[in-house]
């Protein structure tokens, strides 16, 4: 995994792989936003060997493009077959920075601007991870999905792309995609100028999980921790009718369960993400939408409630199938959180908290390695380099994260107060988000004189974009970063 360089001598094995994948809506360059040095900034993206378009989408200001690039199955043997990865390009204008941008899951195909990308005024780039379709090689050889895999996947975009974005590039992710670009940065800590990692976990030690259990024991309010706490309990001791209602559910929608094993094992697995849920996706202020009192509600009650925040589908096999590659990554690299239920008696919890294994088809084979986690985090403690780390204090991946120790450069670990997993640099105190604003702007080599000399005037430089402008968190599955 760590023999991140070998691949280059055989990169040009894959020259000459162009693929068409569709037809182009074209659009005209905006008069605003671009030079006569970019107008053929499509001709200069499709001459890039292995890039192919999928389709162009107008955007005032920008131009927007869906592209496939040819990338080797195995970084290490590029010889030994290729796939096609999607990605993105919303293009300012070549003299600006570059953001370059990963959920860590599927890329959106509508022009969106993330944070940084706001604050520098700049290009984004952005891309699928590998694994999660289209993005997956035919046929699927899991044993190749891995952190150092998609890190140099990442970096041949960047250094194909470099040619055309020559200015500075910053790196940022929220969640598995701040995950993503942590990695990426401590596999090739010398392609990013800078790194922004938003609420991203970091499980060191897998067994241990008990800093998880002490979040849960004083997020928010004791009032709404109780009603979180009584409703869950509650749909446990309702188990029967409940399942009932579920597997009605499941019926009407052509829902199946042979990858969790049950409706049984799929219903409390949705019922214990209930805690999590809420706080990964909701604000203290959030807890008046919670049933005062559990005891006394009707089952409609109970199931909307459950339904609402966690969701009765995702386990289901139609459900898991999307996030097949990130439930086999946690189980083989990422790890996943365990945490425990005192206030609900053991004769109500049967399975507890699922490992990743049984979210996976029992055809994939997965092994855990334990060291990826412990490396990654050990490297980033003593070599961080302009890395920023953006949490919401009450976002339960927040309970184990990224540290920067002695050894770390001008990087930072931040917490939005009251916020969850939708945390950003916009939401944190006011001295932190000005320092954090600064030093993403002189990282992106746009810091103003007056900037550099008082933080305090950082601001963002391009104006917020209702449209475009990605501020409140991803909705997606709770136990899922």
Not at 253 to 264: A, H, Q, R
Not at 340 to 365: A, D, L, M, T
């Amino acid at each position: 995994m760590r023999k991140a360089l070998r691949w280059l001598l055989a990169l040009t094995v894959l020259i000459g792989t162009l693929s068409t994948a569709g037809a182009a809506t074209a659009a005209q360059p905006e008069a605003t936003g671009t030079t006569a040095t970019d107008t053929d900034i499509k001709d200069r993206l499709l001459a890039i060997p292995g890039m192919s378009l999928i389709q162009e989408k107008p955007y005032t200001g920008y131009r927007f493009f869906v592209l496939n690039y040819t990338q080797p199955v195995d970084h290490r043997h590029p010889s030994k077959g290729t796939f096609q990865q999607r990605i993105t390009v919303l293009h300012k204008d070549v003299s600006r920075p570059t953001v370059f941008y990963t959920g860590g899951y599927s890329v959106s195909t509508t022009p969106s601007r993330r944070e940084p990308t706001q604050i520098v005024d700049g290009n984004q780039v952005s891309m699928e991870y590998r694994f999660f379709t289209p993005s997956r090689p035919d046929p699927a050889d899991w044993s190749k999905l891995d952190i150092w895999q998609a890190a140099s996947d990442q970096h041949r975009i960047f250094k194909a792309l470099k040619s055309v974005y020559t200015k500075k590039w910053i790196s940022t992710g929220g969640s598995k995609g701040g995950m993503t670009a942590t990695y990426f940065e401590r596999f090739y800590p010398r392609d990013m100028d800078g790194v922004v990692a938003y609420v991203a976990p970091n499980d060191v030690v897998n067994d241990e999980d008990s800093a998880y259990d002490r979040f849960f024991t004083s997020v928010g309010t004791k009032e709404c921790r109780d009603r979180l706490n009584a409703v869950q309990r509650e749909a446990l001791v309702r188990r029967e009718p409940l399942e009932k209602k579920y597997a009605a559910y499941a019926a009407e929608n052509g829902y199946t369960f042979d990858t969790i094993g049950s409706l049984d094992r799929a219903y409390e697995a949705v019922v214990l993400d209930y805690v999590w849920g809420f706080w990964q996706y909701s604000l203290l202020s959030d807890c008046d939408s919670i049933p005062a009192d559990a005891k006394n509600a009707t089952d409609d009650d109970i199931w909307n409630s459950i339904d609402t925040i966690s969701g009765f589908s995702f386990y289901t096999d139609q459900g898991l199938e999307p996030y097949t590659p990130y439930y086999y990554q946690a189980g083989t690299q990422l790890g996943a959180p365990t945490i425990h239920f005192p206030y609900i008696e053991k004769k109500y919890v049967r399975y507890g908290y699922q490992p990743p294994r049984n979210f996976v088809p029992r055809s994939i084979p997965m092994t855990f390695r334990p060291t990826a986690m412990r490396d990654v985090d050990t490297w980033v403690r003593h070599n961080a380099h302009h890395m920023l780390f953006v949490y919401g204090q009450n976002d339960p991946w927040g309970a184990e994260r990224f540290s920067v120790g002695k050894g770390a450069k001008d990087s930072y670990v931040f917490t939005a107060p009251g916020l969850n997993h939708g945390a950003n640099v916009a939401g944190l105190a006011a001295d932190e988000k000005a320092l954090a604003t600064a030093r993403i702007l002189k990282w992106a080599g746009v810091a103003s004189a007056t900037v550099q000399a008082d933080p305090a005037a950082a601001k963002p430089l391009a104006k917020f974009d209702a449209r475009l402008d990605q501020r409140d968190v991803e909705r997606e599955p709770a136990l899922r970063p």
